[in-house]
């Protein structure tokens, strides 16, 4: 069975029946070229904390105690490169900060690690940093606006859009 609907001629069904509000993505497990470089990253300069390591081929990194956010592997991609260009896989892993201060913090933490942005964008209902991690996967680094300020539209739908993010202004917000 082919999952490409598109391609098939049929045309996608709209959600009829909405999942539960309170989902979550609970975690992403990446695949890695190199354990321990993808720690280093992961852990030292983001600042995740190690809960669980499986010798040289998997570990589990969080926040604040949680048994894992983030899982690395390096199961089918030891020594492997990132996906080139023009194919399917991981956009980007998009980690949430409870605070612009903490996002602040994590601006100074890659500026330290002397690691480049990819782009820094505010988009109305959030401000975000987009950075590679050193296979090559795409993370979003980003802080939501009270819902209260989201922009929205005269029909009350949300308008968010994507300008500049002013990276000094936000350094200025760190703690």
Known sequence: MSHNRKS????????????????????VHLKVADLDRALAFYCGVL??????????????????GYHHHIGLN????????????????????AILYPTRSELADALKRLIEAGVELDGASDH??????????????????????????WPRTGDGEIAMDTRPLDLEELLRAAN
């Open 8 to 27: 098939e001629g049929i045309e996608p069904q709209l959600t009829p029946r909405p999942i539960h509000p309170e989902t979550r993505i609970g975690h």
């Open 47 to 64: 600042g995740f904390q190690l809960q669980q390591r499986y010798g040289a081929q998997a570990a589990f990194v969080a926040a604040g």
């Open 74 to 93: 390096t199961w089918q991609s030891k020594g492997g490169s990132p996906p080139p260009p023009g194919t399917t896989g991981l956009f980007h892993v």
């Open 124 to 149: 109305g209902v959030s401000q975000a940093l987009y950075l590679r991690d050193p296979d090559g996967n795409g993370v979003e680094l980003y802080w939501d606006r009270d819902e209260a300020d």
